[in-house]
């Protein structure tokens, strides 16, 4: 007891230490109880990072920055336009063909289902198939009372998303427009004496814009790369499906797993144990493969390492505190505490 009352004494004593916890316990109860108010905030800062990487690429090849944040910013807008008018109303149709063909999916499973006490008597019962059909049906309605509830709400979602579109891009310019300004902002309001904090968040700044841009390449890529993919072995709902194996990769790990549920799925519903469903997950396979021993080292060559434990143990943390962005936020967080823990000084006067 005694040693632990010497360690607070020497961390209370140094200024630095003290400045550094507050702020982190001021950000972590800003985001916890301000976070979805401000969310629009939040997703333009998010967005300023991804493309203030572009913008620092023309700065260096001598291009004015206020000229660099506007042809940048007009290229965000037109991709803005093609995912609100192209790529939206085409994953509403696949969304809604595939809730539609959803009970045929249904029907044709229990068959197989009910033929499994009659193949395999050693490991299934018609009691069991039963109760897990049951099971599957009440899922399944569960899921449909949450598609209606998700309807009746559609007026005010509709309104939520024009409030983004609007209000985001503002802020997306404003951001990259006055960066400067607002950093200057900002170091006025803190202390000087905060060595350890700059320490803290010049490595986490690095390693936080990295991933943010490095994430978003590798939506994208394994997103287009899914979607030809799908297209060319004929599966349904190719749009729809290769959106999600793109989402997929903000989960590490556990992401690629869940995903491929739906994709089996469709391709068995779709062909049955034939050539063509066995084509298209191979095919599938070699891009998570790809994905996970090529294009994330490539992209995140620059991120700090983490131990996978860590990264699981970050994402069911600040997943089940901030939910998709504590997820997706996960490996920027978790290098913080890293960064934190490296850059605690052991005594007071280490420092």
Sequence with gaps: MDSITKWFRRQVANPQIVFLTFALLGLLLFITYAGHMLAPVLASIVIAYLLEGIVKYLIRVKVPRLLSVAIVFVFFVMFLFVVMFALMPLLFNQSKELVQNIPAMFGQGQAVLLRLPELYPELFSEEQVNELIVLIRNELTGFGQHILTISVTSVTSMITVLIYVVLVPMLVFLFLKDKTKIQSWIRELLPKERQLADKVWAEVDISIGHYIRGKF????????????TFTFFGLQWAALLAVLVGLSVIIPYIGAAVVTIPVAMVAWFQWGWTEPFFTVMIAYFIIQALDGNLLVPLLFSEVVN????????AILFFGGLWGFWGVFFAIPLATLVQ???SAWPVHASDR
């Design 306 to 313: 983490i131990h996978p434990i860590a990264i699981i143990v």
């Design 217 to 228: 390449w590798e939506i994208l890529i394994v997103w287009l790369v899914c979607f030809v």
């Design 339 to 341: 960064a934190v823990i």
